[in-house]
């Protein structure tokens, strides 16, 4: 089974913006968890929140990163 943070990754590798309600539902995991991820993800670059930190997606290199390694 995948980690959440992975699962998480997973439904950005679009490189759009999503609710983070919808990553929430996507996933299966309650908001406590979804915020604790969201704010380690962020304060390491992977991801970007909007100013409302409502929507998120894949910081450009991470997107990038991701993208390359999942055709390799």
């Known amino acids: 089974m995948e980690s ?3 699962e998480i990754l997973d439904a ?3 490189g759009k913006w999503h609710t983070l309600e919808a990553i929430q539902q996507k996933i299966g995991i309650d908001e406590d968890q ?3 991820i969201v704010d380690f993800l962020t304060e390491y670059n992977f991801i970007v929140l909007d100013d409302k ?6 910081d450009e290199k991470a997107h990038e990163f991701l993208t390359q390694t999942a055709t390799s």
């Open 53 to 58: 930190r409502e929507k998120a997606k894949l």
């Open 4 to 6: 959440k943070i992975t």
């Open 12 to 14: 950005f590798t679009d």
């Open 34 to 36: 979804l915020c604790k």
